[in-house]
Nanobody, 128 residues
Framework: QVQLVESGGGSVQTGGSLRLSCAAS???????MGWFRQAPGKERERVAT????????YYPDSVKGRFTISRDNAQNTLYLQMHSLKPEDTAMYYC??????????????????????WGQGTQVTVSS
């Protein structure tokens, strides 16, 4: 069983930056991992995904060029560096892990339902 704990959220102004971290209780070096976000009244949205060794990443157009996902398997930690934040980035951000061995094959199409473990979330608020 893997437990995930996010940190690093907060309130920033438009154009600001934040770095989210996700600490895993167990080894996740063989898992695909991802960041999702959910704003009130909206569906959970995929923000970024990364393959087990970090060689491949995927971003939707809404964050491409502004967000960077990375991981440190030695520290069992996942990161999300966010720059040029916009009010529409305001949401609860969750990290997740997908333990399936072939998760990296469809990295760009992984959905929330594909992930096995979830953190409790960290709030990001961007004011204009």
């Amino acid at each position: 069983q893997v437990q995930l704990v996010e940190s690093g959220g907060g309130s920033v102004q438009t154009g600001g930056s934040l770095r989210l971290s996700c600490a895993a209780s167990g080894y996740v070096g063989t898992h695909c991992m991802g960041w999702f976000r959910q704003a009130p009244g909206k569906e959970r949205e995929r923000v970024a995904t990364i393959s087990p060794r970090g060689r491949n990443t995927y971003y939707p157009d809404s964050v491409k060029g502004r967000f960077t996902i990375s991981r440190d398997n030695a520290q069992n930690t996942l990161y999300l560096q966010m720059h040029s934040l916009k009010p529409e980035d305001t949401a609860m951000y969750y990290c997740a892990a997908d333990r399936k061995p072939d998760c990296y094959i469809g990295l760009g199409s992984l959905r929330a339902s594909d992930f096995d473990y979830w953190g409790q979330g960290t709030q990001v608020t961007v004011s204009s």
